[in-house]
């Protein structure tokens, strides 16, 4: 069962799996290293890092009930997933990168299903499906400016292999998002751990 916290108006809010504490400064190091080499982004603090499943935009109370049913329904599905951050990448590419990001290793075609599971089942919730497939990352820094494609090039060749340790994602989290002048503030509407049994390979 899901643990939920009752609110009475609309709010903000994505769907996300969570990452250890450890895991985050690892990729909150990495976008201080790249600034460091003159990379001009902001980079996202520790504690905004998620794993984003599904970003709703504003959920009337009702709304966030039904979210909370699929949820649950679908992590009773899926196991605990086995990941690791790894690579570097940017959207929409190195030449001219808006947002720099890391990739995943792991239970990737697990999670893949899971997305497109939970994708399967928002329009019985009007809610409106994504138009691009599913990929899974980290985002690490977004752009203040642009930056040249020699220097972006020297930075894949020195962070493209990075990783972090394997870490598990157990449970989605429902996070209402409260953009305030000090930053965005997330707190948790939701839970539904991921109880499903381990797939066969």
Same mark, same amino acid.
């Given at each position: ?37 003159g990379?001009?982004?902001?980079r ?9 499943l ?21 992590? %009773? +599905?899926?196991?605990? !997933? ?5 690579? @570097? /990448?940017?959207? &929409?590419?190195? *030449?001219?990168? #808006? ?10 075609l697990?999670?893949? %299903? +899971?997305?497109?599971? !939970? ?5 019985? @919730? /009007?809610?409106? &499906?994504?138009? *691009?497939?599913f #990929? ?8 203040k ?12 060749t ?44």
């Amino acid at each position: 069962m899901a643990e939920r916290e009752a609110t009475g108006e609309a709010v903000r809010a994505f769907l996300a799996l969570d990452c250890p504490a450890a895991i985050r400064a690892e990729l909150a190091r990495l976008g201080s290293e790249l600034s460091s080499m003159g990379i001009p982004m902001r980079r996202v603090a520790p504690e905004a890092m998620h794993l984003t499943l599904k970003f709703f935009g504003n959920l009337a109370p009702e709304d966030i009930r039904g979210v909370t049913e699929v949820m649950e329904e679908a992590a %009773a +599905l899926y196991p605990p !997933l086995s990941l690791s951050a790894k690579g @570097l /990448g940017a959207f &929409p590419g190195f *030449r001219n990168p #808006r947002v720099v990001w890391v990739g995943l290793f792991g239970d990737t075609l697990l999670l893949e %299903a +899971l997305a497109a599971d !939970l994708e399967s089942r928002w329009p019985a @919730l /009007g809610i409106a &499906p994504e138009d *691009r497939p599913f #990929r899974g990352h980290f985002t690490v820094g977004r752009m203040k400016d642009r930056v040249s494609p020699e220097k972006m090039a020297k930075a894949m060749t020195r962070y493209g292999a990075f990783e972090t340790p394997a870490f598990t994602a157990e449970a989605l989290t429902l996070y209402k998002s409260e953009l305030l002048p000090g930053g965005p503030r997330y707190t948790v509407l939701a839970k539904a751990p991921l109880t499903g049994k381990p797939r066969e390979e």
